[in-house]
């Protein structure tokens, strides 16, 4: 079986920083593999060591360090799509990955179900849609029997069960079982692993196709709060004095 897994490269979430002259966050953040898609990485390794095949793991824009991580926890060899036009949006993204999945012809395709970056959530589900394939989202629990895939998936009000056939997208969230660490082994073996690199075009994309639909602006901090009054320990009677007191001085009496 031939299982894909997307997989994004963010700045650590534990050590965001905004700087508000920058208007930005603060620069040298190192870089992570998102999370979600380390545990759909976990779940396309389980898949293989009970179903063969190979696992492959999928990028677009700079990734180095999260593309490394995948190959040392176990996935066979990486692709990186870089160039011009990419990453952009989730939309340029998805485009472009559908079009290295139609290529490659496999039959599952891990991603996480959102980003620690954007949290849009949009990529797994384009990437279903562009390809006309079954999704899953929100997977929390999974065999694979007879051909089958048996998800369990977490909705608004508990859970729901449904059965699949590949090809097929799924999205994973971080109740399946935790991404396993790299092996001393691993990560040595990962230097042996081939990345192979492409470009849009590469793939039949041209540049000019990839226009986002989403534009980013930047970062600005929020508006603080009004600073407000806490009364405690303060009998009924004169709580309400002070707060028709605060009330009054601030012409919000009528």
Not at 217 to 246: C, M, S, T, Y
Request: net charge negative.
């Amino acid at each position: 079986m031939k299982i894909a897994v997307l997989i994004k490269q963010v700045p650590d979430p534990n050590a965001l920083r905004f700087d508000p002259r920058l208007g930005d966050l603060v620069p040298g953040i190192q870089p992570v593999a998102n999370e979600y898609d380390l545990y759909a990485l976990e779940a396309a390794l389980r898949l293989r060591e009970q179903v063969g095949g190979e696992v492959i793991v999928a990028s677009v824009g700079p990734a180095r360090d999260a593309l490394n991580r995948g190959l040392a926890m176990g996935a066979d060899r990486a692709v990186a799509i870089e160039g011009e036009g990419v990453p952009g949006d989730s939309w340029v993204t998805a485009t472009v990955l559908a079009a290295w999945l139609c290529r490659e012809q496999v039959d599952v395709i891990w991603c996480g179900q959102e980003t620690s970056d954007s949290g849009t959530g949009n990529v797994g589900p384009t990437v279903a849609a562009l390809l006309d394939v079954p999704l899953v989202s929100n997977v929390v629990g999974w065999e694979f029997r007879d051909g089958l895939f048996e998800i369990e998936r977490e909705i608004e009000d508990g859970h729901q069960f449904q059965e699949v056939a590949p090809p097929v997208v799924l999205c994973a969230l971080s109740a399946l079982p935790q991404p396993r660490l790299p092996t001393l082994r691993g990560i040595m073996d990962a230097r042996r692993k081939p990345i192979e690199r492409l470009a849009p075009v590469d793939l039949g994309i041209q540049v000019d196709a990839l226009v986002p639909l989403v534009r980013w602006e930047g970062l600005r901090q929020p508006a603080a709060k009004a600073a407000g009054i806490v009364l405690q320990d303060v009998p009924p009677e004169e709580a309400v004095e002070q707060l028709l007191a605060f009330l009054e001085a601030r012409g919000l009496l009528g």
